[in-house]
Antibody, heavy 123, light 106 residues
């Protein structure tokens, strides 16, 4: 059974860098059958897609965050990484990693999710 | 970015009701639309993909349809476990975008 687990500091100071890891168990992140998303949700608000990484290492980020976001993968550890620099209070949110799977005629988004990691930006 | 306009934002219903939630896209999605259910404190759960395909394990009372750029999630007979917030998401074009959410409450 596939499991995703986000981890990282729960509190980050303004202007610093938010760093999260998503550890995947039950299947390799390097498979071409999947790619991996980061999604966030501010408290009491809706969902925002942050970006994605493919097995090739190619990434796409939301232009609203693009200059501040780095998404990477460590296949030897089966882990994904999210870094968001120059954070402000507006970046306070629950951060999720999720799997996107390939089907015959296209992709299927977010069929597996981590439980989420709350990151608060505050001094 | 493709804008997803979801309505209503809140819906009051009773067990057994037929419930319909709508999502309108600002441009064509070629059916690349998904629906998610989220309960408080939990990650979203995929219900429907490609506008009308039911994800494995999801009860058949959930269904999706499309008409042009308008997409609908229908719950045929609302059950107690269905009180939650529902989101649509387009995955036709990056950046993928979500609707604002619909809270289904008693």
């Amino acid at each position: 059974q596939l499991q995703l687990q986000e981890s990282g500091p729960g509190l980050v100071k303004p202007s610093e860098t938010l760093s999260l890891t998503c550890t995947v168990s039950g299947g390799p992140i390097s498979s071409s059958t999947y790619h991996w998303d980061w999604i966030r949700q501010p408290p009491g608000k809706g969902l925002e897609w942050i970006g994605t990484i493919y097995h090739s290492g190619s990434t796409y980020q939301n232009p609203s965050l693009q200059s501040r976001v780095t998404i990477s993968a460590d296949t030897s550890k089966n882990q994904l990484s999210l870094k968001l620099n120059s954070v402000t209070a507006a970046d306070t949110a629950v951060y999720y990693c999720a799997r996107v799977r390939r089907e015959v005629d296209g992709w299927i988004p977010s069929d597996y999710w981590g439980q989420g990691s709350l990151v608060t930006v505050s001094s | 970015d493709i804008q997803m306009t979801q309505s209503p934002s809140t819906l009051s219903a009773s067990v057994g009701d037929r419930v319909t939630i709508t999502c309108r896209a600002s441009q064509s999605l070629s059916s690349w639309l998904a629906w998610f259910q989220q309960k408080p404190g939990k990650a979203p759960k995929l219900l429907i993909y490609k506008a009308s395909s039911l994800e494995g394990g999801v009860p058949s009372r959930f269904s999706g349809s499309e008409s042009g750029t308008e997409f609908t999630l229908t719950i045929s007979s609302l059950q107690p476990d269905d009180f939650a917030t529902y989101y649509c998401q387009q995955y036709n074009t990056y950046p993928w975008t979500f609707g604002q959410g619909t809270k289904v409450e008693i």
